[in-house]
């Protein structure tokens, strides 16, 4: 298969790469070459091409951080902070997920949103239900997309509705997994405890356990000053919130990384562990704002070498569109530049593209860039509306960045395959 148009992805330095009006070889959903229609080999002049004039192709957008089950409370009870919005809104909708009816209502509207977003990829919080985890997942395999999901883990500190035994929760974990073991292509699990306060010690020994070496492990991470204090309390033995993570899940086991959603107040100490076990940072910064969470200091996560992409974070976040989250970590940046740390220098555009694209995709394998190896996610974007009268490629992209919800897909392709 051959794709042609205005090539805009992230060069392994991090820089934007423009290529105009040319062509992506794929085979068997991996990019054999890139060239201009002239270059194309004798073997390949006959092959039809793909013609998308002079639209934008850019890599398929991956969102590193949502609630599945949250998204039908977008947008409700952004006036509370972390703790209060949990017990407010959150477990009372979470606990719904045991109707198995209600959760494929619920769920079909959220596979289908983030279908039509501009994100080929997610790694995705369910709940703690293991019947409407796997429903979760067979909607999204169906849907082309490529998802790592996770059923939650919680034992402690939640309501009647929606809480586990620590063995109960340990055994349907195995279960669940026993169940995925076979029934995918592109979706997979990933160990998920809700966060330090909702899981005990025992269980977050289990769960270490059962994620041996081949599973990741997604949670939540230094978000809300009352939180941090809370796990303080809760482990009296642990230097950090991380420290406690990894004395209790030996975060350094698996094969496949640890991802820990929002790092606001990492320390140095912190930083230096999440370099080390090689985490990645789910930088989510509309939920940051949303909950007045704070600003994470993503200048010295990326100065240290820590992989930081960005989550939508949905409930917290209200937009699905990853393009509005790099908007708002630049915006967050400049705050922190101006008003936290003068030694910070703001994120570029560039940057905040690398997080949407490239630093993620690495999670994924050979993911998020236009490059001789990498899996072809693509979106084929139609910017007409705005940027009618620009020539300048550049700034095309830049405005896109910036107004991407009022311009149109005209296809997206995950790993070759066209799922619109
Ligand atoms: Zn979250």
Redesign the pocket.
Not at 100 to 116: G, N, P, R, S
Not at 184 to 197: G, L
Not at 249 to 276: F, I
Not at 317 to 340: D, P
């Given at each position: 298969m051959i794709v042609k148009g205005n090539l805009v992805d992230c060069t392994e330095k991090g820089t934007i790469r423009i290529r105009k009006k040319n062509c992506i070889v794929i085979e068997e959903g991996i990019i054999s070459k890139i060239c201009s229609e002239n270059e194309l080999p004798d073997s390949l002049k006959n092959e039809e091409i793909e013609d998308y004039g002079d639209s934008l192709i850019i890599p398929g957008l991956i969102d590193m951080?949502?609630?599945a089950p949250q998204f039908a409370f977008r947008g409700l009870g952004m006036d509370m902070e972390l703790l209060d919005w949990l017990n407010t809104y959150t477990f009372p909708e979470e606990a719904k997920y045991k109707d198995i009816e209600y959760a494929k209502k619920a769920y079909k509207k959220f596979v289908d949103a983030l279908t039509k977003s501009y994100s080929t990829r997610a790694i995705v919080?369910a709940t703690l239900h293991t019947q409407a985890t796997i429903l979760l997942m067979d909607m999204l395999e169906e849907s082309g997309l490529k998802c790592f999901v996770g059923k939650v883990n919680m034992d402690r500190n939640s309501t009647d509705e929606l809480i586990e035994t620590t063995e109960s929760s340990i055994d349907s974990t195995n279960k669940w997994l026993e169940v995925c073991e076979s029934r995918y292509q592109n979706t997979k699990p990933v160990i998920t405890p809700r966060f330090i306060p909702s899981c005990s010690d025992k269980l977050m020994k289990e769960l270490g356990k059962i994620r041996g070496e081949n599973y990741g492990l997604q949670s939540?991470l230094s978000e809300n000053p009352k939180e941090i204090e809370w796990v303080k309390e809760l482990c009296p033995d642990a230097t950090g919130y991380l420290d406690a993570y990894d004395k209790r899940s030996s975060l350094n086991k698996s094969k496949v990384p640890t991802v820990m959603?929002?790092c606001v107040y990492s320390d140095e100490k912190e930083m230096e562990l999440l370099k080390e076990r090689d985490v990645y940072v789910a930088h989510?910064p509309q939920?940051n704002i949303c909950l007045s969470s704070g600003i994470a200091p993503i200048r010295k996560f990326l100065n240290s070498g820590i992989k930081v992409g960005l989550?939508s974070?949905i409930a917290?976040g209200y937009s699905l569109n990853i393009l509005n989250q790099a908007v708002e970590a630049i915006g967050l940046s400049k705050l922190y530049w101006r008003y936290i740390d003068k030694n910070s220098k703001p994120l570029e555009l560039a940057e905040a593209f690398s997080m949407a694209t490239r630093i993620p995709g690495s999670y994924f394998g050979k993911v998020g860039a236009f490059e001789e190896g990498f899996e072809a996610d693509m979106l084929i974007i139609d910017d007409g509306v705005l940027n009618k009268d620009i020539d300048d490629l550049r700034k095309r992209f830049e405005r896109f960045l910036y107004l991407s919800d009022e311009c149109s897909m005209k296809a997206k392709y995950v790993s070759g395959k066209k799922i619109l």
């Amino acid at each position: 298969m051959i794709v042609k148009g205005n090539l805009v992805d992230c060069t392994e330095k991090g820089t934007i790469r423009i290529r105009k009006k040319n062509c992506i070889v794929i085979e068997e959903g991996i990019i054999s070459k890139i060239c201009s229609e002239n270059e194309l080999p004798d073997s390949l002049k006959n092959e039809e091409i793909e013609d998308y004039g002079d639209s934008l192709i850019i890599p398929g957008l991956i969102d590193m951080h949502l609630h599945a089950p949250q998204f039908a409370f977008r947008g409700l009870g952004m006036d509370m902070e972390l703790l209060d919005w949990l017990n407010t809104y959150t477990f009372p909708e979470e606990a719904k997920y045991k109707d198995i009816e209600y959760a494929k209502k619920a769920y079909k509207k959220f596979v289908d949103a983030l279908t039509k977003s501009y994100s080929t990829r997610a790694i995705v919080f369910a709940t703690l239900h293991t019947q409407a985890t796997i429903l979760l997942m067979d909607m999204l395999e169906e849907s082309g997309l490529k998802c790592f999901v996770g059923k939650v883990n919680m034992d402690r500190n939640s309501t009647d509705e929606l809480i586990e035994t620590t063995e109960s929760s340990i055994d349907s974990t195995n279960k669940w997994l026993e169940v995925c073991e076979s029934r995918y292509q592109n979706t997979k699990p990933v160990i998920t405890p809700r966060f330090i306060p909702s899981c005990s010690d025992k269980l977050m020994k289990e769960l270490g356990k059962i994620r041996g070496e081949n599973y990741g492990l997604q949670s939540h991470l230094s978000e809300n000053p009352k939180e941090i204090e809370w796990v303080k309390e809760l482990c009296p033995d642990a230097t950090g919130y991380l420290d406690a993570y990894d004395k209790r899940s030996s975060l350094n086991k698996s094969k496949v990384p640890t991802v820990m959603a929002h790092c606001v107040y990492s320390d140095e100490k912190e930083m230096e562990l999440l370099k080390e076990r090689d985490v990645y940072v789910a930088h989510c910064p509309q939920s940051n704002i949303c909950l007045s969470s704070g600003i994470a200091p993503i200048r010295k996560f990326l100065n240290s070498g820590i992989k930081v992409g960005l989550g939508s974070d949905i409930a917290a976040g209200y937009s699905l569109n990853i393009l509005n989250q790099a908007v708002e970590a630049i915006g967050l940046s400049k705050l922190y530049w101006r008003y936290i740390d003068k030694n910070s220098k703001p994120l570029e555009l560039a940057e905040a593209f690398s997080m949407a694209t490239r630093i993620p995709g690495s999670y994924f394998g050979k993911v998020g860039a236009f490059e001789e190896g990498f899996e072809a996610d693509m979106l084929i974007i139609d910017d007409g509306v705005l940027n009618k009268d620009i020539d300048d490629l550049r700034k095309r992209f830049e405005r896109f960045l910036y107004l991407s919800d009022e311009c149109s897909m005209k296809a997206k392709y995950v790993s070759g395959k066209k799922i619109l």
